[in-house]
T-cell receptor
Framework: GQSLEQPSEVTAVEGAIVQINCTYQ??????LSWYQQHDGGAPTFLSY????GLEETGRFSSFLSRSDSYGYLLLQELQMKDSASYFC???????????FGPGTRLSVLP | GAGVSQSPSNKVTEKGKDVELRCDPI?????LYWYRQSLGQGLEFLIY????????KSGLPSDRFSAERTGGSVSTLTIQRTQQEDSAVYLC????????????FGSGTRLTVV
């Protein structure tokens, strides 16, 4: 089977840095994605890592270690609008179907 | 279209009735996906279409669920004899070939079975 683990909740203050971890156990691995979802909204794509290392996009960065079956999303200079749920998703086979993690609810406090 | 369009946005149905949910993907996107999300939960994969290939139906929870995609574009998810546990938000997404560049999700259909 396929399983992904994320912390259920994370809380941080405005301006801080927060890291959301994702560990996975899947039959195969082709890449790790991150999505953001605000309450009542649709998930929106943030990043994709197929190779080890850090990918930076503005205030958000995503990291992957395939040998550790682990990745994380790093959010810097937190803003109130970053309060949302964040999902990691693994492409476990050659098809394009991604398996999603349970999500991490991030609350940013003033 | 500019985005993934789903209809209806909300659907309330009586237990035992059939429902059809529609998804209109982004023009040119070859892959189309259906996911289900219960309140406060993650996304549960249902079915995936890629071009003219046979769909991956491995996530459909029972034979009451079916989906089709006509002409490589619009997709309809049908739930027969709805049950209360079917209540959830049904999300459709599309992508260009692989999902490596991200899925684009629609706003979803909130299904409530009473």
């Amino acid at each position: 089977g396929q399983s992904l683990e994320q912390p259920s909740e994370v809380t941080a203050v405005e301006g801080a840095i927060v890291q959301i971890n994702c560990t996975y156990q899947t039959s195969g691995f082709y890449g790790l994605s991150w999505y953001q979802q605000h309450d009542g909204g649709a998930p929106t794509f943030l990043s994709y890592n197929a190779l080890d290392g850090l990918e930076e996009t503005g205030r958000f960065s995503s990291f992957l270690s395939r040998s550790d079956s682990y990745g994380y999303l790093l959010l810097q200079e937190l803003q109130m609008k970053d309060s949302a749920s964040y999902f990691c998703a693994v492409r476990a086979d050659y098809g394009q179907n991604f398996v999603f993690g349970p999500g991490t609810r991030l609350s940013v406090l003033p | 279209g500019a985005g993934v369009s789903q209809s209806p946005s909300n659907k309330v149905t009586e237990k035992g009735k059939d429902v059809e949910l529609r998804c209109d993907p982004i023009s040119g996107h070859t892959a189309l996906y259906w996911y289900r999300q219960s309140l406060g939960q993650g996304l549960e994969f249902l079915i995936y279409f890629q071009g003219n290939s046979a769909p991956d139906k491995s996530g459909l929870p029972s034979d009451r669920f079916s989906a089709e995609r006509t002409g490589g574009s619009v997709s309809t998810l049908t739930i027969q004899r709805t049950q209360q546990e079917d209540s959830a938000v049904y999300l459709c997404a599309s992508s260009f070939q692989g999902g490596d560049y991200g899925y684009t999700f629609g706003s979803g259909t909130r299904l409530t079975v009473v």
